[in-house]
Nanobody
Framework: QVQLVESGGGLVQAGDSLRLSCAAS????????MGWFRQAPGKEREFVAG????????WYADSVKGRFTISRDNAKNTVYLQMNSLKPEDTAVYYC??????????????????WGQGTQVTVSS
């Protein structure tokens, strides 16, 4: 089992940047892929970005490609989401998640077995 704690959310204006962090403990951090998801009010949780266990592969939802960057530091047991050029439609609770698997290109919530408590990101226009 993996314990995940997100931080870094907040209220920003459109065009601003934020960096989210997710600290992991428990299972060996470098043995599984990680991801970020988000959930806006009244909507289903959706995939945002994923990173392979080594950090060598990353993948993104089309809606954030070119604006968000996911990375991980296995020495610090931490995964990051750098969010640039934020838009009001990026407003959501952001969750980090640990996959069951050690490969790449997982997009479904069912591929991820451990979740953080979430951090709110609000982008004003």
């Amino acid at each position: 089992q993996v314990q995940l704690v997100e931080s870094g959310g907040g209220l920003v204006q459109a065009g601003d940047s934020l960096r989210l962090s997710c600290a992991a403990s428990g299972r060996t951090f470098s043995s599984y892929a990680m991801g970020w998801f988000r959930q806006a009010p009244g909507k289903e949780r959706e995939f945002v970005a994923g990173v392979s266990r080594s950090g060598g592969r990353t993948w993104y939802a089309d809606s954030v490609k070119g604006r968000f960057t996911i990375s991980r530091d296995n020495a610090k047991n931490t995964v990051y989401l750098q969010m640039n050029s934020l838009k009001p439609e990026d407003t959501a609770v952001y969750y980090c998640a640990a996959s069951y698997y050690s490969g790449s290109y997982y997009y479904l919530t069912a591929d991820f077995g451990s979740w953080g408590q979430g951090t709110q990101v609000t982008v004003s226009s």
